[in-house]
């Protein structure tokens, strides 16, 4: 059975409910990445970096960590990477409860070596869960020698959004480029500010998902009200189309005790420190927080392929 995907909360304050470990708090690093993305909705915050403080964002972790002590943490910006010292600072104030994920393209530069990145990565070897690698078919950024990714010392992932008119043609190269390197898999992700409850599980008129089943294997469907993952396999190497919603706080009304919930996906650590509920500037009522009703996560297997049942979420990438 395909969920249904729910709306997104009016801005009229419930009780707040998320998942058993607590809802994903992503922070965004206190400076600015060289790139312009076309599809990135974050560019603008860093036009003025007036209040942004590496000290603020490391108290709202503290107060994170207090409240939800195995959540996960995704570094964002911006450019983690752009400043090696300012993150490791960030990275020590997260104790090792919790898991932790960055989002980056790696930059290299004159004044940042592949070496730099390298040491940094072995010094936090037991902190970073996975890097999560932007690596687009349309070329956006500068990017690192893919020989890069095979020294990381810890897991990584490719991202790749295919965004409107993508190359079709160049899938395949695509996927041969990082099949040929040693740990690598891949997601790829729908254009996240055209994402509606009508289309996050739609596959009939799905280009992506049509395109990915003709070159690759499809082995199953994992999902829950916010977003999904269609998996695939393509000569071994693991590959994910994922689709989620653009916010992250969902109203319903628990039919047990009769409360209507805020239900929370995503918290968000801002530049300066806030803590915001949602994408779109809620800022969130911490002390409310403390008193969160927690639920089982509803992400789950809807179809899995009987022919070879991969476990699910395998690889240490595959939850964010």
């Excluded at 695509?174 to 898999?185: C, D, T, V, W």
């Excluded at 499809?218 to 190497?237: A, E, S, V």
């Excluded at 805020?262 to 403390?290: C, E, F, P």
């Amino acid at each position: 059975m395909i969920h249904e995907a729910a709306e997104p909360a009016v801005h009229v304050r419930h009780p707040y409910k998320t998942r058993e470990g607590g809802a994903t708090v992503t922070v965004f690093v206190p400076y600015n990445c060289r790139n312009h993305c076309p599809f990135c909705i974050n560019k603008e915050e860093y036009s003025d970096m007036t209040g942004f403080s590496a000290e603020k964002i490391c108290e709202s972790i503290a107060r994170m960590d207090a409240i939800t002590p195995y959540c996960d943490f995704v570094f964002t910006g911006g450019e983690p990477f752009a400043d090696l010292d300012s993150l490791q600072h960030m990275l020590d104030c997260i104790p090792r409860t919790h898991k932790v994920y960055i989002n980056t393209t790696l930059p290299v530069s004159e004044f940042q070596t592949e070496d730099d990145i390298i040491a940094f990565t072995q010094r936090n070897k037991d902190k970073i869960t996975c890097i999560n690698v932007s690596r687009h078919m349309q070329h956006y950024v500068v990017e690192s020698n893919d020989e890069l990714l095979g020294r990381l010392a810890v897991p990584f992932r490719i991202n790749c959004v295919l965004y409107k008119n993508y190359p079709v043609r160049d899938l395949i190269p695509y996927l041969e480029r990082f099949h040929a390197i040693p740990g690598a898999s891949i997601q790829f992700r729908f254009d996240y500010t055209e994402t509606t409850p009508e289309n996050l599980y739609d596959e009939k008129n799905d280009k992506i998902l049509h395109d990915l089943k003709y070159i690759a294997r499809y082995t199953g469907l994992d999902g829950c009200r916010m977003r999904c993952g269609f998996h695939f396999d393509y000569k071994g190497m693991e590959l994910t189309y994922h689709k989620t919603l653009p916010y992250s706080t969902i109203v319903e009304r628990d039919e047990k005790d009769g409360v209507t919930y805020d239900i929370l996906y995503d918290i968000l650590i801002k530049q300066n420190g806030d803590i915001h509920s949602d994408w779109d500037g809620t800022m969130m009522d911490v002390d409310a927080y403390r008193r969160v009703v927690f639920e089982p996560y509803d992400l789950k297997w809807l179809y899995r392929e009987e022919r070879r049942r991969a476990p699910f979420l395998k690889s240490a990438c595959a939850a964010i």
